[in-house]
């Protein structure tokens, strides 16, 4: 059986911590990459606007579970 190793987060990324005193016992903090690929030409407006789509996608959800 693999060892558990602490996830770490990657290089470069800030993952918020929430911490609340109404939760007991351990605390799991997951951070993950998300990778969005484009497979056609866009200009940068449209690249801008799926940017802020998926961002803003994100941090909804995020905060939705908090």
Do not use: K, N, W
């Not at 602490?6 to 799991?28: E, F, K, N």
């Not at 990778?35 to 941090?59: G, Q």
Request: aromatic share 4%; with cysteine; net charge negative.
């Amino acid at each position: 059986m693999a060892e558990d190793v602490p996830a770490q987060p990657i290089a470069g990324s800030t993952p918020p911590l929430v911490a609340s005193a109404a939760v007991s016992g351990p605390v799991v903090h997951y951070s993950f990459p998300v990778e969005v690929e484009v497979v056609c030409d866009m200009d940068d407006a449209a690249i801008a606007r799926i940017t802020a789509r998926v961002l803003a996608e994100l941090d909804r959800e995020l905060a939705r579970r908090q």
